[in-house]
């Protein structure tokens, strides 16, 4: 069965970066929206970035300026480039995906990376 899987999380300083990856798990099946979501204990989990089928972007106010949403269709692969970390961007990071194969569309979730920034 397709999974998203995510690779890039880790411990940062603050003021490092860091550069998540999202990828479907066979090349058969292509992402059509993806986007970064993230959870902190105790709260909800919120937008971070969108990235359309088309590349049209969207940012939560919160990154805007510090993050960069970035996809490679070849590769089935949705990016979250993170620079000028802060503690406050320490969460456990979601990939959420469309993912589309045989005329079918389904939404997906990844199993979460964890993002811990230091002061």
């Known amino acids: 069965q397709v999974q998203l899987v995510e690779s890039g999380g880790g411990l940062v300083e603050a003021g490092g970066s860091l550069r998540l990856s999202c990828a479907a798990s066979r090349s058969t099946f292509s992402i059509n929206n993806g986007g970064w979501y993230r959870q902190a204990p105790g709260t909800q989990r919120d937008l971070v970035a969108l990235?359309?089928?088309?590349?049209?972007?969207h940012y939560a106010d919160s990154v805007k300026g510090r993050f960069t949403i970035s996809r490679d269709n070849a590769k089935n692969t949705v990016y979250l480039q993170m620079n000028s970390l802060k503690p406050e961007d320490t969460a456990v990071y979601y990939c959420n995906a469309d993912l589309f194969s045989e005329s079918r569309l389904r939404n997906y979730w990844g199993q979460g990376t964890q993002v811990t920034v230091s002061s």
């Open positions: 990235i359309e089928r088309g590349g049209t972007t």
